[in-house]
């Protein structure tokens, strides 16, 4: 059974930085394309980065150039770093896999911008 677990979210003050990781199990991720979405209050969920299996990385335009994704096949983790902060950045933060057609999902993990 695929699982995916984030962590690392919390309040933060605009211009702060904050690691979020997503630990999976169940499946190694080391062949597989891993996604970083996020989902503001009252908003759709929309994708924020992609990382290859060759490790080729691609971010939306709203986090480019603040927000860094990783991965570390060796732990079988997904990273998300995000960089100088703003209340816009406010969601819930989802790990996705999609793996033989199917699209698994963590539980997701807060990150609040706030002064």
């Known amino acids: 059974q695929v699982q995916l677990v984030e962590s690392g979210g919390g309040l933060v003050q605009p211009g702060g930085s904050l690691r979020l990781s997503c630990a999976a199990s169940?499946?190694?991720?080391?062949?597989?394309?891993m996604n970083w979405y996020r989902q503001p209050p009252g908003q759709q969920r929309e994708l924020v980065a992609s990382i290859t299996a060759a490790s080729s990385t691609k971010y939306a335009d709203s986090v480019k150039g603040r927000f860094v994704i990783s991965r570390d096949n060796a732990k079988n983790t997904v990273s998300l770093q995000l960089n100088s902060l703003k209340p816009d950045d406010t969601a819930v933060y989802y790990c996705?896999?999609?793996?033989?057609?199917?699209?698994?999902w963590g539980q997701g993990t807060q990150v609040t911008v706030s002064s």
């Open positions: 169940g499946i190694f991720i080391s062949a597989s394309a």
């Open positions: 996705n896999l999609n793996w033989r057609g199917l699209a698994y």
